[in-house]
């Protein structure tokens, strides 16, 4: 299928209103329009009484898919064994719903942010076993049908690809990782699995071993579908498209589709001179380019879209600046980039696997974003066909529409972006 240019002009159309006509559109609606499921941003229940940053948290046109920031990782969530906290994470999940965004959650055995309990028992094989699956099927079973994909396994691996001898890796070994998977496909099969971590983009020995963790969940054939690229990437220092393209590809051959899940590119010294954030915007595009090259790469989710809330400055001082926009909400040049770019991409149907010949998966990919994405960018008004056909609710990946479904976008999908068969 090769999407026309008409799709952008559509797309802003489709956009609610009298202010449509004068709203470009933002990254979410380019990428859905290039064939991809998701633009989105990682966000937490702290900030929300930020109107000017809600404001564009809100705007699916800009961000179609939240990640609770924190929330909802194992100390939030079970800070004291066996009793469950869900009230912030509930509020991310209603805010998406609200606003007709998809949920990415995140994540499950992870050896930071753990609850006292977990750090200081004295465990067996059987009773951290017990534990891993107690807090998997609560905190999975209670998001049921609300996420899109599960990071069920964070960070497991070293920067040399051994395993990281956190407490699951010392009690079980490398079994912790099938046993999280296993508990996670049990509590929601409809949600896809993901494991994800950092600097996979740029070390050949990382990306090894995460390619042997899903080595080691197929053979024993527990369920992966997903690799999160963190993409935690630093301006000037971060591979070229065609780089970052190749390793996604290891994974797809794999069989797994890949996503970037935590996207910030940060500068080294502040304040970033302008030669610095011309490189910035430059390693952004490289990033977002590849995903757009690779037909199973079905996303990208920024790691906050504003300086003002980036983890990085409080966690390496010095670094910072990582963000589309900038503290003001301004957005930066590393925005107009990737939004021109998308753009330029979504107008000539360049993305890998729209034409419908791409690498295996493509078809599969560009028909769920349709169905999904356009649903995202509506806001409540009603919809202009675009083509008069359908083809953009039918068939679709089943975790995609099940997650539509229920979050109460299903029903609202109309097709926007005009396709045509070679
Ligand atoms: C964001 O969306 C939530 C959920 O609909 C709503 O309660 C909140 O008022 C919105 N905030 C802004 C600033 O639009
Ligand atoms: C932990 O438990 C094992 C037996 O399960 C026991 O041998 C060991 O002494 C215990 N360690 C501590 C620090 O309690
Ligand atoms: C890999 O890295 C870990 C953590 O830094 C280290 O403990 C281990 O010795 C390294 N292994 C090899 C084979 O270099
Ligand atoms: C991209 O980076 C790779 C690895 O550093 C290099 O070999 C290749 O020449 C670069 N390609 C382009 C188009 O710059
Ligand atoms: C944000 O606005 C304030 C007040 O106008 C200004 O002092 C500050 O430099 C601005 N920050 C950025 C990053 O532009
Ligand atoms: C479709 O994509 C495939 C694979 O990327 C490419 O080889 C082919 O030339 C493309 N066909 C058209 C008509 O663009």
Redesign the pocket.
Known sequence: MRYTYLAIGLLVRAITGVEAQSQTPGLHSLFVASGKLFFGTATDTNLFNDIPYMTIANNSNEFGIRVPENSQKWQPTEPTENKFVFANPDQVALTSKANRQLLRCHTLTWHSQLPEFVQTTNWTRATLTAAIQTHISNVVGHFKGQCYSWDVVNEALNENGTFRNDVFFQVLGTDFIPISFAAAAAADPAAKLYYNDFNLETSRAKADGAARIVQLLQDAKVRIDGLGFQAHLDVGRTPNQTALAATLDRFTALGLEVAYTELDIAHAKLPATATALQQQARDYVSVVGSCLAVARCVGVVVWEFTDKYSWIPSTFPGKGDACLFDANFTRKPAYSSVSSFLAAAAATGAA?GT?G??AGGSAKVSKTAGAFGLAATTGGTSRPSASGAGGTTEGGDPAVESALARSGAAGRLFPIVVMSS?
Do not use: E, R, T, V
């Open positions: 890998a034409n010949s791409g070679p």
